[in-house]
């Protein structure tokens, strides 16, 4: 599925094409295909926001991985060595293991280290809205973002308690809409009724895809660009071994989109 929207291009903002890569747990691999897509017709953002899981592909794209190496940093390691299961207070598991995991792997330390400049999107718990970090601890920050509500803790910072951007903003735009020319938009949460079990992490699967998949139309609408793959919602967020599916529909349906862009669009990104 691709949408292409209409905006009045602004020569005064500071930015060319900014990338929103939205949240969807391991759907969030499909960030991965959609950048490999996206350099092979030569387009590299220039700024980049991301709510959850696509605030780890953002970081580590931003940090000078390519995507066939973030692919391959994932597919090195088991999701049991990122998190512990704890007595249940705030969240089932714990994450503590995935921050230090961050902060092996990344060589930025800051947000504002970053080679691209980021935003990192979560949801301030306390005080009911989103946030979105261009500054500050680069590996914790993005904890905050990927916080699912009981599933994980939330992530405390400077005082206040946050949990995952796809609360209230799961696609990005928003933060850096007015940055930049050319928005090009990735929501891996397309709206899908499906089926679910009656155990804890099926009950959060499903109310976190209700949560993300819904409040992402405005943002979506201000994206000039969208690029949506319905089939990617045959994947819940804890599908981690899916990772290479997941990867391909990204990249076949960025590949798409791109194919099947008017030349106007074409034109703005220089890709005729």
């Not at 990338?19 to 092979?40: D, M, S, T, V």
């Not at 995991?101 to 005080?127: C, G, M, Q, W």
Request: glycine share 8%; charged share 20%; aromatic share 8%.
């Amino acid at each position: 599925m691709f949408w292409f929207g209409s905006k009045k291009q602004d020569a005064q903002r500071p930015y060319h094409i900014g990338l929103a890569l939205g949240g969807g747990g391991a759907r969030g691999f499909a960030h991965i295909g959609a950048l490999r897509a996206l350099e092979e017709y030569g387009i590299r953002p220039n700024v980049i926001a991301g709510t959850s899981a696509g605030s780890i592909i953002a970081a580590l794209y931003a940090d000078g991985y390519a995507p066939q190496h973030i692919i391959r940093l994932f597919s090195e390691i088991n999701v049991k060595e990122l998190v512990d299961v704890t007595i249940p207070r705030n969240g089932l598991l714990k994450f503590d293991k995935f921050v230090h995991f961050l902060e092996r792997k990344l060589h930025s330390r800051r947000i504002e280290d970053l080679n691209t400049p980021t935003y990192i999107v979560a949801t301030d718990f306390d005080n009911g809205k989103s946030v979105a970090f261009d500054r500050g601890d680069l590996a914790i920050r993005i904890a905050a973002s990927c916080s699912i509500p009981i599933v994980f803790p939330p992530v405390e910072i400077d005082g206040i308690h946050y949990v995952d951007g796809g609360v209230m903003r799961n696609l990005p735009a928003t933060p850096i809409r007015d940055l930049c020319d050319v928005l090009i938009g990735v929501n891996v949460s397309p709206m899908h009724n499906d089926t679910y079990e009656q155990n804890l992490l099926s009950i959060a699967n499903r109310a976190y895809n209700f949560l993300s998949s819904g409040n992402v139309f405005p943002d979506m609408a201000k994206c000039d660009i969208l690029i949506e793959s319905e089939d990617v919602s045959n994947y819940n967020v804890f599908d981690i071994d899916e990772q290479e599916k997941i990867e391909a529909l990204g990249y076949q349906t960025t590949i798409e989109v791109l194919h099947n862009l008017p030349d106007d669009k074409k034109k703005l990104l220089s890709i005729l």
